[in-house]
């Protein structure tokens, strides 16, 4: 609409201008009290006319396994003014693929019989030795891909163990993550902030960039935490010369107006905390000690899972 009759009209568009959903109209500017969402990650789902009162609810997250996955973003008034509900960060799963685990095999693939009885090839992001939750015979959940270009038509997603799902895509926790921050769930990060996600520092990209109004800056790296043992949640499961590397530049990137935290998403339940896995890596445990004596912030939440999605739980103590 043009802008004059924007001003005058209940209906407002939204368009993407240089990664950043831009109303037009004094209404939905309003609406917004000069806060704002990065979608930096993100891809309208279509440009369209909406009421005020529907506004940013169409945006489609990209999908790291292809599986694009819808994730509704409420008006951001709403989002200062509404509690801090931990209910409001929710990711819904598309129909999923269960099966039964056969093998795990060269570090990123599966073999799974789906319950017609065909053996299928699928993919999975995890890195990890997937310690505990990787035992064949289990019940597994696959996303099914529709990009004919890929290999393999299926994602690993979950597998079923006797404490209950565990989550083994490692790009959830990062949207998760990202959803949250988005609606001020996390203790202590800035509210309302602009969230990046995947952003250039030191040598590599970390997970996430806040940038509060006051221009205060968090660095935000994500972990994903899948073994559980004697209620004590652990990362990593296998030694991380990269997971190293990332602790050593968050401690870099602290100075004036500029913090640091690692963030672990624990995709298992049963953990009454959360500590570093010494046994397995003691660098990254001494690493992680310094990090947090040295002014990093370390925070630890549990994702809860079902076969039609994830959403972020509790907050559970780190003990170091």
């Known amino acids: ?7 005058e009209s209940n209906w407002v568009i939204f368009v993407k201008i240089d990664k950043k959903i831009i109303p037009s109209g004094k209404i939905a500017q309003d609406m917004l009290q000069d806060t704002f969402v990065d979608t ?15 506004a940013i609810q169409s945006i489609t997250h990209d999908a790291t396994q292809d599986a694009c996955q819808k994730t509704s973003l409420a008006p951001n008034k709403e989002l200062i003014d509404r509690p801090r509900d931990v209910n409001l960060a929710i990711i819904d799963f598309p129909p999923l693929t269960e099966g039964i685990l056969l093998k795990r095999y060269k ?44 290999k393999y038509r299926y994602s690993l997603e979950m597998i079923s163990m006797p404490d209950g799902l565990v989550g083994l895509n490692t790009a959830l ?6 959803l949250g921050c988005q609606y001020g769930l996390f203790e202590g990060f800035p509210f309302p902030a602009q969230v990046q996600r995947e952003v250039a520092a030191g040598g590599s990209r970390l997970d996430l960039k806040l940038t509060g109004q006051n221009g205060e800056v968090v660095w935000v790296e994500v972990k ?22 990332h602790l050593n530049e968050l401690i ?40 947090v004596k040295r002014g990093v912030e370390l925070l630890a939440y549990e994702v809860d899972l079902s076969p039609t999605g994830a959403r972020l739980s509790r907050k559970i103590e780190s003990v170091l």
């Not at 930096?40 to 529907?54: A, C, F, H, N």
């Not at 017609?116 to 505990?132: K, P, R």
């Not at 926790?173 to 990202?178: G, Q, V, W």
């Open 40 to 54: 930096s990650r993100e891809t309208l789902q279509s440009v369209s006319r909406r009421k005020p009162q529907d």
């Open 252 to 291: 870099d990137l602290l100075g004036p107006s500029q913090r640091a935290a690692i963030l672990i998403l624990v995709q298992r339940s049963g953990a009454a905390s959360f500590s570093p896995a010494d046994s397995i890596d003691p660098l990254w445990g001494k690493t992680l000690r310094e990090a």
């Open 224 to 245: 994903s935490s899948t073994l559980v043992i004697d209620g004590v949640a652990l990362f990593p499961d296998a030694v991380s010369s990269r997971g190293t590397k």
């Open 107 to 150: 570090r990123f693939l599966v073999d799974v019989k789906l319950k017609s009885g065909e053996v299928t090839t699928a993919h999975t992001s995890n890195t990890g030795a997937m310690l505990n939750c990787s035992e064949a015979g289990r019940s597994v959940y696959l996303s099914e891909s529709s990009n004919p270009k890929r």
């Open 1 to 7: 609409l043009p802008l004059a009759e924007a001003k």
């Open 173 to 178: 926790p990062n949207r998760l993550a990202a």
